[in-house]
Each structure stands twice: as structure tokens, then as C-alpha cells.
């Protein structure tokens, strides 16, 4: 009998589930060019065909779905960019490399229409306190410490051109990576991702 209750609750969730995860990959895309702000309830039922009543079931507030966009958004950059490189390389200046190349890579591809969602989203809430502020630069934060971690781990290792400070070399990477897809969005221009990724090399390789 459990076990019928157990099924019973999953055959239940299991349509709510697809349906929050449509809706929240669909945000995360209109995130890129209308800003979270652009997001509401009613503008996500607009363009899913998902109830509005139904879209307020599944997140209660305009807040919450924006949260939950983030959380989507960050589950999309694990799976094109950081999973990718952890799988197939070592710790140190390859790995740092091949989370470069898959970044350039990402934004190239126009995974999200107005390219990397946390440089797109960034600038919007950079000045206003709150609980999307603290989810966005936390998520920022990450990707700056892994960067920070394999640039390190690419020292130890004396796979680095002598001289070179892991923490600026990891910063620099950052740097160049956000602003490569402010300038390849913004013009719709990807010769900037060739150009970046000499300047990645230049400083992975002196």
C-alpha cells in the first residue's frame, strides 16, 4: 500500500516537475535579453502556454522564479562548460585551459540568446541588495574560485610561465572572458572569441 501511495505521489509531482523545468529553461533564456526584472509570472505563462494560475502554483512569487531561473542558469553552465573540462582533463593549466575553451565556446554557441546568463544578469543587480543579488554573485563567485583553483594547482605543478601570480593570471582569465562575451553579444561579432582565446594562451604560455 505504501508502496502504491509512493508511485501514486510520483506520477503526481512528475508532470509539475516538466513543467517548472520548462518554464525555468525558458526564463533563463528571456533572462539574457529582457533582464530578470523582465521576468513576472504572467510573462512566463505568455510564452510557456502554461496557466498562470499553474506558473503561481509551481513558484508563488515573482522572486522565487527568478531565483529558480538562477538555479537553472547555473545547472546550464555546469553541464556546457565546467563538467566537460573536469571530465576530460587534469587539474592545472589544462584544465584551466579547457574551462577557457568551453566558456569561449559556450557564448559562441549562443547556449543562452544574449550569451553567458551571469555577465547578462550581472550588471542588472550588481547595485541592489537582495536575495537574487546574493544567489547571482554567489554562483559569480564560484566560477571565479575554481578559475583561482586551477590557476594555483597550474603553479604547484610549474606549468606556468616563471613569474606568473596565479591569482592575477585567474582574475585576467575572468576578465577577459566576460568582457569577450559583453563585445561578441553586443556586436554580434564572434571574431572577438578567436581573439580571446590568443590572449588566453599568451598567458597560460608566456
Known sequence: MAEQQD?????????????????????????????????????????????????????????????????????????????????TTESGRERLAALCDGYLDYVERRVF????????????????????????ARVQGQWRDLLDAEARSAHDRSELPEGRDPAQLAFELGVILAGTNIVAVLHNDNRAIARARAAMRDRLTG
Do not use: M, W, Y
Not at 33 to 49: C, H
Not at 56 to 63: D, M, P
Not at 72 to 80: M, V
Open 7 to 87: 508511485h501514486g505521489i510520483r506520477r503526481t509531482r512528475a508532470p509539475g516537475d516538466r513543467a517548472r523545468a520548462r518554464i525555468v529553461e525558458r526564463a533563463a533564456e528571456l533572462a539574457t535579453v529582457e533582464g530578470l526584472d523582465g521576468l513576472s509570472i504572467g510573462r512566463l505563462a505568455e510564452v510557456t502556454g502554461v496557466a498562470k494560475s499553474s506558473v503561481h502554483a509551481l513558484f508563488g512569487s515573482k522572486e522565487e522564479l527568478q531565483l529558480a531561473t538562477i538555479n537553472a542558469a547555473r545547472d546550464s553552465f555546469i553541464t556546457e562548460v565546467i563538467a566537460p573540462a573536469l571530465a
Open 113 to 136: 540568446p544574449g550569451g553567458c546568463f551571469f555577465v547578462a544578469v550581472s550588471a542588472e543587480v550588481g547595485a541592489r541588495p537582495g536575495r537574487v543579488h546574493d544567489e547571482v
